[in-house]
């Protein structure tokens, strides 16, 4: 074992390692927990159900979780492989990618700038970083801007260019949420120049050390993968990825940008758990006052990428769950997924990843989980085990049944099988994966470079008819659809056409397709053309995301730069 325990500490692991179910695939085991565990231990049983079932409806390989309260750290569990190929079981020493919950450690450090006089909060943040320069014609962007991600900038656009270049800004910083990864690199260099410390050692000395989490990374390095789980992502990922598709051995990365550089074991994990459930304060010291967990755990500004009812803090989602205030974010790597959730109000929560990156997060697995301790802590009934049905479960899976036949002659059915959805193509049946909305991935071969988006009368009304299909350029209609049917583009927007690409495991792919008169990233986000030859991205119109086009050659853009990252043509479709 990595971390210290007591004789009283240790569970015996040879004494709870266990099958859990018939096949072996799903092992659990528990490594640690404190004295006091017993008064969450009837718990454990009805969580691992609900985790097995999950993991399989979810095709995850392995896990690790951690349960904590306010008074400390009362179970460590990892379930399933590192190695499936090898059999070899996730350890509890081994680190797993954190991702953007590292957002919530950037806020806690700015914070403690912020309590010791070194920083206001309310000032613009080129007061003390003069090479952050902005077009706008807005108000400054202030940290609490950066923090509560309302600064009005792209998500992903470099920090860094060359020359450089001044960010862009959509609209008046305050006005609107937009998730940035860019807004939390900024902070991480604020961090460094006014603590006068490289962001690693920050991390260590304002967080780690104080809660005694001696085996977090705060960065993710080559020169420590042998301290990483094994992890998985898509094998093939320049399409969408039916959760059971095959996958594949993830390469190595090197991540030390503040936005999600930290990797963890699940115990260090339970001592930031317990720090939040007791609002600020850790075992041996404090880390935010009442002042700065107030901050921290404010609802500053609507969010609703987080959930219809959640708003966000600093670093972290803001939202209420059967009427109790709980702080939550999840975290998505190359080949990780985590999730925390912490009940600020009953002062437990849990902290889960997975060694695998196929679009989701364990969301449900933290969830449940805060709700059985809460239910424990209070004396009434355990909650219901939500269902783990993967994606397939449709509740209104007959809005969608009927036979789409597009301009060329192509046809599917889309027939119902209680709540699922099944697409039938030719003598092949699919059964359809939500992954939002009115959008399904379909493992099918005919139908896996894009997802399928269903379309209905009213765009505005979720509950009109459904009477249009579209999967990449192709339109489909039923007999439900009345409008016009032929629709005119652009010829210049031809030579965007086309499938592009950027090597890095972040990037991938991306499709321009043109589908009913309108350009289209991936089938999906319409592009309105915008000011000097840019095109702006509308599946929000709040989304500040910009694309350019490149290097026109043969009647082709060559390249094409999303907010400032460049993705170059490959001549694949």
């Known amino acids: 074992m990595g971390f210290s325990l007591s004789r009283r500490q240790f569970i015996n692991a040879s004494a709870k390692v266990a099958a859990v179910a018939a096949a072996s695939r799903f092992v659990v085991i528990e490594s640690f927990a404190q004295e006091s565990a017993g008064q969450y231990e009837a718990i454990f049983a009805p969580l691992d159900r609900f985790i097995e079932e999950y993991m399989r409806a979810m095709n995850s390989p392995g896990m690790t979780l951690v349960l904590a309260d306010r008074d400390g750290v009362h179970r460590v569990a990892t379930y399933g492989f590192s190695d499936t190929e ?35 909060l309310q000032k613009p943040v080129a007061e003390y970083l003069p090479w952050f320069q902005t077009d706008s014609t807005f108000a400054p962007i202030t940290t609490h801007h950066l923090l509560s991600h309302s600064a009005g900038m792209q998500g992903d656009a470099p920090v860094f260019t060359m020359p450089m270049r001044k960010y862009h800004v959509e609209y008046a910083p305050g006005a609107h949420f937009h998730y940035s990864n860019t807004a939390f690199e900024i902070l991480g260099h604020l961090l460094w120049t006014l603590d006068q410390r490289p962001i690693d050692v920050i991390f260590r000395e304002r967080v780690f050390k104080p809660l005694g989490m001696t085996q977090a990374e705060p960065l993710i390095t080559l020169d420590i993968r042998e301290k990483f789980a094994n992890s998985y992502m898509a094998y093939q990922n320049d399409r969408t ?102 009940d600020i109000d009953e002062g437990v929560g849990a902290f889960a990843s997975i060694n695998a990156m196929q679009g989701y997060r364990p969301t449900a697995v933290t969830q449940y989980a805060s709700q059985l301790m809460r239910a424990k802590r209070e004396g009434k009934q355990a909650a219901k085990a939500p269902a783990a049905t993967g994606r397939t479960e449709v509740k209104n899976a007959s809005d969608y049944v009927g036979t789409y036949t597009s301009e060329q002659g192509r046809t599917f059915e889309i027939a119902a099988d209680g709540e699922k959805l099944i697409l039938v193509n030719n003598s092949h049946r699919a059964t359809l994966e939500m992954t939002g909305g009115d959008v399904f991935t379909v493992p099918d071969p005919d139908f896996q470079r894009f997802a399928l988006f269903f379309g209905r009368a009213d765009a505005k009304d979720p509950k009109s008819a459904v009477v249009e299909a579209g999967w990449g350029s192709e339109w489909f209609t039923n007999a439900k659809y009345s409008g016009a049917r032929k629709l005119l583009h652009p010829v210049e927007w031809d030579q965007y056409v086309g499938h592009y690409r950027n090597e890095s495991p972040w990037i991938g792919s991306m499709r321009i397709v043109i589908r009913k008169s309108q350009l289209m990233v991936d089938g999906l986000a319409p592009l309105e053309p915008g000011p000097d030859g840019e095109f702006l991205m509308r599946d929000d119109e709040n989304n500040p995301e910009r694309i350019r086009f490149g290097q026109v050659v043969n009647g082709r853009a060559m390249q094409l730069q999303f907010s400032g990252i460049d993705l170059w043509r490959v001549m694949t479709v």
């Open 241 to 342: 990825y039916p959760l059971h598709a095959r996958l594949a051995v993830a390469p190595g990365i090197i991540m030390t940008d503040a936005a999600g550089c930290i990797a963890s074991p699940p115990h260090d994990m339970g001592l930031y758990v317990q720090m939040i459930a007791s609002h600020g304060k850790g075992p041996k010291s404090t880390l935010l006052n009442d002042e700065s967990f107030g901050l921290f755990s404010k609802a500053h500004i609507k969010a609703d990428e987080f959930g219809p009812t959640a708003s966000y803090g600093y670093g972290i989602a803001v939202d209420t769950l059967d009427g109790h205030t709980v702080l939550r974010h999840t975290g998505g790597m190359v080949s990780f997924a985590s999730s925390i959730h912490v």
């Open 86 to 120: 090898g059999h070899i079981k996730v350890k509890p020493d081994e680190l797993f990618h954190i991702g953007s919950i590292s957002k919530s450690f950037v806020a806690n450090c700015i914070l403690q700038l912020h309590q010791e006089g070194k920083i206001d």
